[in-house]
């Protein structure tokens, strides 16, 4: 993936600060940039002192992200309205309910907190960071089933986000909910759900404030419950176990 550096050059607006004891207002006239590339066209002509200099940290760094956690079956990326990478995520936010004495019915995991696709064969710490690289806990509330039903609202208007197998989500080509079930069953409007999420979309954040209105929280504040972690032990079980992780796109969020 290509990344990208915005190189900014600002018009000599401030040459002279402060030069004299005379009272003058300086304003910016004009912001000039470019995007330059950052890929493998600069590994033609590497810089031998720069990579001596990174040399003894690249060795620490890599001696923390290169143990292996699992291994994955198949080539994952995120996309919307649903992605292997995502359903994986939001199925992973289900079995950790476990550990912590819940058992969520609907699980999300925001596309926009997804930022690397994971390669089939070995799974490093390192992937992992890549893909998670954020402070987010995981966290559980309550959600009456109208409430449940304004936020796949909103995950629709969103074209879709990661969620957890046995949601059926059906929107239209306009970004309308048409349909919702859970494990088969059409959403009721009076009846609580489980959810498992974020903490950052628990407090309503891209676009989903559903969530804002979701009670009996219970929000993981310790260091060990951040994503990463967690996906990491989910992998470590599975590899454990002789398994290797897979996920389909399966339907759960359709455009029609």
């Known amino acids: 993936m290509n990344r990208y550096v915005r190189i900014f050059t600002l018009v000599p607006a401030f040459v002279v600060c402060f030069v004299s004891c005379s009272s003058r207002h300086y304003s910016v006239q004009s912001v000039d940039?470019?995007?330059v590339t950052i890929d493998s066209q600069f590994d033609a002509t590497p810089d031998s002192e720069t990579e001596a200099f990174l040399a003894p940290f690249k060795i620490k760094v890599d001696s923390l992200m290169s143990p292996v956690v699992g291994r994955l079956a198949c080539d994952m990326v995120s996309?919307?309205?649903e992605s292997k990478l995502s359903n994986l995520l939001a199925d992973i936010l289900i079995?950790?309910?476990k550990n912590f004495d819940e058992k969520p019915v609907v699980s999300v995991y925001n596309m926009g907190g997804i930022r690397a696709s994971l390669s089939k064969g070995d799974v490093t710490i390192g992937d992992v960071n890549d893909v998670a690289p954020f402070e987010n806990k995981l966290c559980f509330m309550t959600m009456k089933g109208s409430q449940l039903i304004t936020l796949f609202e909103q995950i629709a208007y969103r074209g879709g986000e990661g969620v957890n197998h046995g949601v059926k989500a059906v929107i239209s080509k306009d970004?309308?909910?048409?349909?919702?079930?859970?494990?088969?069953?059409?959403?009721?409007?009076?009846?609580?759900?489980?959810?498992?999420?974020?903490?950052?979309?628990?407090?309503?954040?891209?676009?989903?404030?559903?969530?804002k209105s979701g009670t009996n929280r219970k929000m993981l504040t310790d260091k060990s419950n951040n994503l990463r972690y967690i996906i990491m032990d989910f992998f470590r079980e599975n590899m454990k176990e002789g398994r290797e992780v897979d996920a389909d796109v399966e339907g759960r969020i359709t455009i029609e």
């Not at 494990?183 to 407090?203: K, S, W």
């Open 33 to 35: 940039y470019q995007r």
């Open 175 to 211: 970004k309308k909910l048409i349909s919702l079930k859970i494990n088969g069953e059409d959403v009721n409007p009076d009846a609580e759900y489980r959810i498992a999420t974020i903490d950052y979309l628990a407090d309503g954040n891209d676009g989903m404030t559903a969530f």
């Open 95 to 97: 079995w950790a309910g």
């Open 79 to 81: 996309d919307r309205p």
